[in-house]
């Protein structure tokens, strides 16, 4: 993994997303924002080439319900422009994050606005972006890298709690059923005597 920019500097810049970032997205008719444009516009400026359109056509084909899905990768698009991430090497990776499940995953957990609004979800973004990139936040190991990352990890808190809550209802299922099986012995024993 090659040293990218520091944290502090991608998630300021997170913080300072201009809030037409977070307008609505156009789908067919209705929304604000061309996230195909903007995404294409943002890989320009960082390829120096300009974006074969049907390499964006997942842009352009979201519904409604993909609203939030839109508006982050629109986020991670200003991210990207960030001026110490502007290396033709890393359009490639900068467009597999943009349209990968990771966020499609993130987009139906956390609300969008919040990668700009909150600081954890600012600095989960930026990490999960540098390891799109292959890199590291300046000053971090990638061992460190990564153990940040998996203490600020949305989807995994999401899973852990989602197992927490099956394992209390397997739990819950067996103390009830324990309780049947003494009351129906200690009813048995009652009947006997």
């Not at 997205?25 to 300009?50: H, K, M, T």
């Not at 600020?152 to 299922?173: G, P």
């Amino acid at each position: 993994m090659k040293s990218g920019p520091d944290i502090a500097t991608l998630v300021r810049r997170l913080a300072e997303t201009p809030e037409d970032f977070l307008a609505a997205p156009r789908i067919g008719a209705s929304g604000v924002i061309d996230v195909a444009a903007i995404v294409g516009d943002v890989l320009w400026e960082v390829s120096g080439q300009p974006m074969d359109r049907s390499s964006l056509t997942p842009l352009d084909e979201a519904h409604a319900s993909r609203a939030n899905l839109l508006r982050l990768r629109a986020i991670a698009a200003w991210l990207f422009h960030e001026p110490s991430l502007r290396r033709p090497e890393l359009a490639k990776a900068m467009l597999a994050f943009l349209l990968a499940k990771e966020l499609e995953e993130l987009a139906t957990l956390v609300d969008a606005s919040l990668f700009v609004r909150d600081p954890e979800r600012r600095e989960e973004l930026a990490r999960r972006a540098l390891l799109a990139l292959e890199m590291v936040p300046d000053g971090e190991t990638e061992a460190q890298a990564r153990d940040r990352l998996s203490s600020l990890d949305s989807v995994e808190r999401t899973r852990v709690i989602e197992a927490a809550r099956q394992a209390e209802a397997r739990a819950r299922r067996v103390r009830v059923e324990m309780a049947r099986k003494a009351a129906e012995e200690a009813a048995a024993k009652v009947s006997r005597e």
